[in-house]
């Protein structure tokens, strides 16, 4: 086995990144060794003539091979960065996008003034929006539920991470059904959702890592890709509070789609859509009547 320092491993790391394709090949390069060797970002740069020992260097190849193979790094290395909190994510669950901070931002803002606020996340996956709301809205009880085992498990860990188990309980099964088996009837103070959305024709057209590697019970959302919003909006208003939040996040493309089914449940008033930083639709939000 060839004898590597710290700075050569990444040289080497790197250039066989960049050959895949990968556009950040450098940093992925560090992030990859930080994961198996405990050096920070700072240690590389300080101690970048260190050797590195014969075993750190076989794993840290094995994972840049992993990488190579198309397998996104937060599967490689099990975190994902999400509102400021480090979420700890499984293969079979989805990675937490940026885009949905645009949602929990939202839901931030608008529960600001209320007290004690009852909140619900359907379809919680790793829990990104029931944990990032349970730990920056201090008096909240959230309720998060998702159908697959997996997310389950990978939610409870990020809800033991940060200590919120006496705040946030967590439900498996079928989008409302489980809120309803609480005993929730009108309870909601919010209701919040990142559901699967991708359509048949989308699902054609998702990047190789995402449709490769990510769960396609997460991401495909029916033919039209609203099959989840129809369902939810059966039974959502039956949960939330008068003048209670209901919001979403959408496709690109769903944000006329869903307003008017909100407008045909003739019980939601202010529907509003609105954009992600890239200037596409990406959240619609409303309120239970009076
Ligand atoms: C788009 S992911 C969202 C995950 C997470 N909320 C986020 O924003 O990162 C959709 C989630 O819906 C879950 N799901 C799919 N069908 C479901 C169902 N019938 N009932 C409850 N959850 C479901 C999937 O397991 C997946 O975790």
Known sequence: MVAYTIESILKEGASLLKDAGISSPYLEAQILLENISGYRKIDMIVYKDRPVDGKTAEKFFQLIDERRKGKPIQYITGHQEFMGLDFCVHENVLIPRRDTEVLVEKVLQLLKDKEKPVIADICTG?????VSLAYYISDS?????????YAVECCRENIDRYGLKDRIKLLRGDLLEPLFEEGLEGKLDALVSNPPYISNKDMESLPDNVRGFEPHLAL?????????????LKDASRLLKKSGLLAFEIGWDQGAELTKLLEAEGVYRDIKVEKDLAGLDRIVYCFMEE
Not at 141 to 149: C, G, M, R
Not at 222 to 228: A, F, H, N, R, T
């Open 141 to 149: 009880f959230v309720y998060a539920t998702d159908i697959s085992l």
């Open 220 to 232: 495909y959302g029916g033919e039209d890709g609203m099959e989840y919003y129809r369902r939810i």
């Open 126 to 130: 790793t829990g990104a929006i029931a």
